[in-house]
Each structure stands twice: as C-alpha cells, then as structure tokens.
C-alpha cells in the first residue's frame, strides 16, 4: 500500500484515540450497543469481517484461542462490514453467529461506517486497543496468533505493572490510570440461546446416488453425516456429533463441520473441512480413516506431497475421477487433487492469488472454489473431461478442462466485486456467492447461495436462468417461481430429481426436474446426536 509520506515536522504526535463504534445497524450477543467509552479498562480487539470470507472463518478459531488466554482482560468485537448485499441483513447474520458458535459481541457494520473511520481496506483486519481507549496495532490477512497473544500479553503487563503511570490530559482516557485493567466480565445475551436444535443442522452439502438408492448429507454443524434412502427414510449416521477428527468405527468417529461428498462405491469420501482433511467412510469395514491432511491448516499453495503428512486448507467440496479425487481447495484459492493409488496430495489449478484469471492451470487464479461437478460427456475444449466450479468469493461458474487440456475459463458471472441477480449470457449473468453446482444432461444447476435461488446454466450458450426460488430468503414449497430458498449450499441429481442442501433452513429440498415443482425431504426417524449440545 501506498499513501503520501510525512515530513518529520508532520508526524503524528502522541497515542491515537481508537473512534466510536457508532453505525451499526444492529449489535449481536448482546443487550445493547457498546461504546469505545464502555470499553475503558479491557484490552479489546476488533475484528473485521465478513461471513462468506474463508480467511475471516479462519480468523474465528484465533479469537477463540485469544479469549481462552485472557479471559479477564481481553474483550473481541466482530466487526461485520459486509461484503456482498445478502450479508447485511441482521437475520442472516444472527445464523452465522449460531453456525460458527460466535460468542463475543458483533456489530453488523452494514453500511462500513466503522469500516471507513478505522481505515480498514481488506477482510480480515485485526485492530488492538488499549485500555486507555488507544490503538497499539493492526494487521490485516490470516495468522499471527503468537505475535496477538504476545502483544496483549505485553499490554496487560504494562497496565498492570505501571499503576501510577499518568494518562495524558488530552486522552479520552484522562480519567483512566494506566493501572485500570477491568477484569470484570462483559454481560453477553448470545444468539444460539433462542436457536433450538434441528433433526439436521446447517448441511452444506448432499449427494445423491441413484445406483445404490442412497442420500448421503453433510449435517455439517451435527458433524456427521446422514445416510437415507432417496424417498428420505434414514438408514444410519456416520460420527458421534462431537468435533473432533477421530477415526473408527461410525459410532466414535469425528468430524468437523464437514462439507463436500464423493462416493465410489463402497467408499465415501469427506472433505471434513475445518479439521483441514480429507476422510474417508468405508462402508464395508463400517469405519472412518484419513486419506489427506494433517489436522493443521496449511499455508498458502505448496508443491503438495505424502497426502498424510501435508497440511489442507478449507477443503470444501470434492469429485471423483478413476483413482483421483479432486478438491475444491477454499482456502488457498486453488483445485487440488488426491491421487488414491499413490498416497499423493498436490494443487492442480490456481495459483493461490485470490482473483478470477483465465488460461493455464497453472497460472489461472480462483477466489474460493467451493462446489464442484464432472460432466463426462461435452468437453469444453480438446481433450478431457470438464470440471464445472462454483468460485464463490468471484461470483462464477469456471470450466476446467482436465487432462490433456489444463485449462480454465469463466463460463458465467461478474468478479469478485461484480455481483447480484440477473439472469443472462456469460459476463453478463450475475450471481451472488455461489456454493454449489450439479451437472444434469449437459447443463449444469447452480446454487446461487447469496441470492437464495437455484439456477441453470448452458455451457455452450453460456446463458444462466432462474429455475427455482424467489430470490428472498425463506422456506416455500409448491411451484419452482414461488418456492423460497435460505442459503442453499449443495446440489446432486438423482434421476429426474435435484436434491437441494438448503442450508439456513436446516433442510433437504427435492426438485422435480420436469416441473420444477418444489419439496422438503421428510427424513424419518432423524434426530439429532446425542452427543451434541452447543445449543442446549
């Protein structure tokens, strides 16, 4: 980043005064809006975010580990400045704290007022006050929770150990001594308390297998996963409901909010995406092993290696090809791949740079990739397979031509700043946070997740319309034009039937291809793990 400079007559003299918090449309997990002033006496830090951002998700576990250090000491503020139109409402949010168990208070800067007087410019960004109400730091990007863990350690020390230091006469803190550490608790009235329980809760994504009969979900925020037959009768569950990357036998196994699915035959393949691996479901041996993945987030890109000893980041969906599983890598941007024979994991496409670049699979860029589906039979250029992505972050749908071909290309959408609702023809279509795609007699379903709808796209044409759902958040069954969506996430077709993870609502829906005519799956004798009680 760039900016004028200053002249030493003109540098900022003396601590800076961290601004108001005033702006927000509506404040979270707690009873009443907080003031910078309210916060005297804390070590606070602010965090800005945005929900459909991997690197904000990733920043949560951080946090986490933060308030567990400096129970006392520290306070966490989400700031949410939303990125996308869908983020701002108040009601989507509160869902996002119960998903993601957030339990510090949030501000739902809609409108970036705050955003805007902190001199925030990307997601995330990390903002540390003092408890004399001045900023001490700042950083922006993932990581760095040593360097935060060092720096409140360091100013609680100072403000505990120096009680009589003065405060300045001209801080908003004068009447503050520098000794003032408030250790008293912050009263909280956390969202998840007026959220029950649900026989599925928030599933990512669905597979449906025609052959065997079977639906297979991702009850992502149960961490298991759900196996019925396609009319919704549930055979078994697969995982204890605890978090947890344990492997063994269905009953112990764990998961952690897991998300894409790839079957073959009597194996089932998991991207268990926040334990950064990816599992497998035998269901002969009726067990669960890893095949990739460590258990730790990894760093950016990498050349890959031994898929045990290499760390993932943020698998989010999965297809599978004779011997090869492909990933959709979220959190480095990239499409990676599993060899199964040879015990291999390494990227595919992408570089690793957020941004939506055509060409090459090597120098091609994504912007979270986190749905993807193979059509055999209509190859988008020579040689190949296609793999069809929903790059969520970009607002399209990419075509990956697979060996020989190796390449890239936009089919549909904007960028990751061109976004809404608009049917249409490639760059002209636009979609909002797509999650998920399903391939279907040479089309390919979208789940335009922000925009609450289920779309169709034409790869020759590369025309997109809308096939099922209003646009506005709810749940409606009946016609495809007036059915209501809440965030779907994944798709699977199983004969003339779309299987839909409707996601917000907690739901299988079902769609009849022919008609469009929309149902939910009744799952019979679904409940939730006995072992789950975040909510309770």
């Known amino acids: 980043m760039s900016g004028p400079e200053h002249t030493a007559s003109e540098a900022p003299q003396g601590p800076i005064a961290a601004p108001s918090l005033d702006g927000a449309v509506g404040w979270l997990n707690v009873a009443a809006p907080i003031s910078i002033e309210q916060l005297r006496g804390k070590v606070v830090i602010l965090d800005f975010w945005t929900y459909g951002c991997i690197n904000c998700v990733h920043i949560l576990r951080d946090l986490k580990t933060l308030q567990t250090r400096f129970p006392e000491e520290l306070v966490v503020i ?76 360091t100013v609680v020390r100072v403000f505990d150990e120096h009680p009589s230091t003065p405060v300045p006469a001209d801080s908003p803190a004068h009447s503050l001594r520098a000794g003032g550490i408030n250790r008293a608790p912050l009263p909280l009235d956390l969202e998840r308390r007026r959220h029950a329980d649900r026989p599925l809760l928030y599933p990512g994504k669905v597979l449906a297998d025609e052959a065997s009969g079977r639906l297979l979900i991702a009850d992502s925020n149960h961490n298991r996963i759900v196996v019925a037959s396609l009319d919704g009768h549930v055979i078994e569950t697969i995982g204890s409901g605890f978090q947890g990357d344990n492997d063994g036998i269905f009953s112990q196994a764990r998961f952690y909010r897991p998300q894409g699915l790839a079957l073959d035959d009597d194996n089932l393949y998991v991207a268990d995406t926040e334990n950064h691996q990816i599992r497998v479901v035998d269901f002969q041996a009726r067990a669960v092993h890893t095949v990739a993945g460590t258990g730790k987030q990894g760093a950016w890109s990498g050349d890959g290696g031994d898929a045990l000893r290499i760390d993932l980041n943020s698998p989010w969906d999965l297809a599978l090809k004779p011997g090869i599983l492909i990933v959709a ?50 190859p988008l250029g020579a040689g190949g397979n296609t793999l069809f992505v929903a790059d969520a972050e970009a607002n399209v749908i990419r075509a990956v031509v697979l060996p020989p071909g190796n390449s890239v290309s936009t089919i549909a959408g904007g960028d990751l700043f061109k976004f809404g609702d608009a049917d249409g023809s490639g760059d002209a279509a636009r979609l909002q946070h797509p999650l998920g795609v399903a391939v279907y007699g040479g089309r390919v379903f979208i789940a335009d997740t922000y925009n609450h709808k289920i779309k169709l796209l034409d790869p020759v044409s590369r025309t997109v319309t809308t096939f099922a759902g209003t646009g506005k958040p709810g749940h409606a069954d009946g016609p495809g034009g007036r059915a209501q969506f809440f965030e779907p996430g994944g798709l699977s077709v199983a004969g003339n039937t779309l299987y839909v993870a409707d996601t917000n609502n907690h739901a299988v829906r079902t769609i009849d291809i022919a008609t469009r005519e929309v149902g939910t799956l009744v799952l019979d004798g679904l409940t939730p793990p006995a072992a789950w009680s975040y909510l309770r």
């Open 78 to 153: 989400g700031v949410h400045s939303p990125k996308f139109t869908n983020e701002k409402a108040n009601d989507n949010l509160k869902r996002i704290l119960v998903r993601y168990e957030i339990e510090h208070p949030v501000a739902n800067d809609a409108d970036h007022h705050i955003w805007r007087r902190y001199g925030v410019q990307a997601w995330p960004t990390r903002v540390i006050v003092d408890p004399a109400g001045n900023i001490v730091g700042t950083a922006m990007g993932e990581g760095n929770l040593e360097g935060f863990i060092s720096a409140v350690r």
């Open 329 to 378: 890598m979220a959190g480095p941007h990239q499409i990676w791949v599993v060899d199964l024979l040879h015990g291999q994991a390494y990227p595919y496409a992408g570089t690793g740079q957020e941004a939506k670049t055509d060409g090459p699979v090597n120098t091609a860029t994504f912007a979270q990739p986190s749905g993807l589906a193979i059509d055999p039979s209509t």
